[in-house]
């Protein structure tokens, strides 16, 4: 028979190597953690406008589809409202900020065009030039909407009431004039026989505020993108959109087209890095982007947004971006703005 000490001293070994197994459990198990299969550890979102917005809209709505779709670790997101999103592009320029991206859209071409105050730096203009162009990643067509309890029921009704009284119709953007928001009612009055320049604009800071001028009765129409009313459908009435044919996501919805306005356009947004950014981070954060669009995650923040899919990586974006400066420059002359 054992003795009592000696069986102590078995229990003290046996509990010793069940601690080692432990630990060495444990340690593996970090080890896989730390290289599962995150493709970025944090990314730090930077918005150019306030929140309600489409840049605040389509950063948190990414930001939502990396990390619940298991390709982003950590989200974190800064509004950095002023210049029509100029101040946040001189911020990314000038400080380099690491893990960190800029969301932008068809305004960072428009406000280098015009050289907005916002983004011009001593003799020169800030542009997309000066970053890394990352990769564009949705669509968002444009809409015109009216309250809900507006007399103002179809596109047509706001011709009519612009026509018999000009000064009687205001029409709200959440951002500055020559911006996409502006622009796209410009080309819908524009459209319909009216002086674009005439229509009066009311710029506010991002689409949450512009919605909310509209709703206290401030302005009588609203123009935006698509996504930036879609979950406010139970205060507004969407009088027309820029898209060739009404969107499964909001059906609706009538197209400036079936109105008898011949107005089509989709806003472009995408993201920026600074010019620092090493190739290896930039290469994982562009294919990220796309990759995550196949996931469901992605759908579910695609659909509630009525955003339409156009991943544009490198290059390609590079080269959409020259494309459009020649067209948006040609756009905006046709309308006056420059």
Known sequence: MFNDGFINIIREEIMKLIKTFISVLFSAFLLFSSTSSFAVEKLHFL???GAGGGWDGTARGTGEALTKAGFLKSASFENMSGGGGGKALAYLINNAPKDTVLVQSTPLVLRSITRHKGY???TGTLSYKDVKP???????YGAIVVAKNSPIKNFKDAVDQYQKDPKSIKMAGGSVRGSM???????????????????IYVPYDAGGKALAGLLS???QILSTGLGEVMGARDQVRIIGITAPERVGDAPEAPTLKEQG????FVNWRGFFAPKSMSMSDYNKISKMLGDVQKTPEWEAVRKRNAWVNIYNPGSKFDAFLEKQTVEMTALMKKLGVI
């Open 47 to 49: 918005i150019g406008g």
């Open 181 to 199: 928001d502006h622009l796209i009612g410009a080309l819908a009055f524009q459209a319909a026989g009216a002086n674009p320049n005439d229509v």
């Open 134 to 140: 990352i990769a564009g990643v949705i669509g968002d």
């Open 261 to 264: 306005y011949d107005v089509q």
């Open 217 to 219: 009765g401030e302005t």
């Open 120 to 122: 011009v730096k001593d």
